[in-house]
T-cell receptor, first 113, second 116 residues
């Protein structure tokens, strides 16, 4: 059974600081997603990582994927308050399961002024 | 191109009633997935459907829950005889027919079910 683990689960940081959220998964997969969720809202797609060594950046967020280590990271640079949200990574099980996703528990990020 | 549409957005049911949640996939998408999110938790897969077919229902509770995706109309997630523990946000996602390089599933706004 595919397991996806994120850490930390809770992260409180000061504006302007850098930090990294980690996502480990238990079985081979070549597709990993990062989502953002604001309270009471749906999931906003941030990144789709499709291959080993993939790196994508959008604003203050950068995501990377190491399929050999089964690890993805979401790096936050110079955090601002607007980044406060819960961040989920999710792994696609593969061809036969369509786009069925297994999610991590989420990292609740709070950026303090 | 409208996104994944779910309705209702909020649903209140008394214990023992039935809840029906609807999901219309994005245009051109024929795969639908239902997920449940309990308070303060991540999303858990429930069921994967294509038109008139249940592909994977390994995440569905064995009793009271059912899902369908008819040839015409939206996908329906049905919960019979609801209990307080069914209170959660239910999200629907849809994707294209084939799993291609850049295909991903897109999520609807969710239905927040409250059982009183």
């Amino acid at each position: 059974e595919l397991k996806v683990e994120q850490n930390p689960l809770f992260l409180s940081m000061q504006e302007g600081k850098n930090y990294t959220i980690y996502c480990n998964y238990s079985t081979t997969s070549d597709r990993l997603y990062w989502y953002r969720q604001d309270p009471g809202k749906s999931l906003e797609s941030l990144f789709v990582l499709l291959s080993n060594g993939a790196v994508k950046q959008e604003g203050r967020l950068m995501a990377s994927l190491d399929t050999k280590a089964r690890l993805s990271t979401l790096h936050i640079t110079a955090a601002v308050h607007d980044l406060s949200a819960t961040y989920f990574c999710a792994v696609d099980k593969g061809e036969t399961s369509g786009s069925r996703l297994t999610f991590g528990e989420g990292t609740q990020l709070t950026v303090n002024p | 191109n409208a996104g994944v549409m779910q309705n209702p957005r909020h649903l209140v049911r008394r214990r023992g009633q039935e809840a029906r949640l609807r999901c219309s996939p994005m245009k051109g998408h024929s795969h639908v997935y239902w997920y449940r999110q309990l308070p303060e938790e991540g999303l858990k897969f429930m069921v994967y459907l294509q038109k008139e077919n249940i592909i994977d229902e390994s995440g569905m509770p064995k009793e009271r829950f059912s899902a369908e995706f008819p040839k015409e109309g939206p996908s329906i997630l049905r919960i019979q005889q609801v209990v307080r523990g069914d209170s959660a946000a239910y999200f629907c996602a849809s994707s294209r027919r084939m799993r291609q390089d850049n295909t991903e599933a897109f999520f609807g706004q969710g239905t927040r079910l409250t059982v009183v």
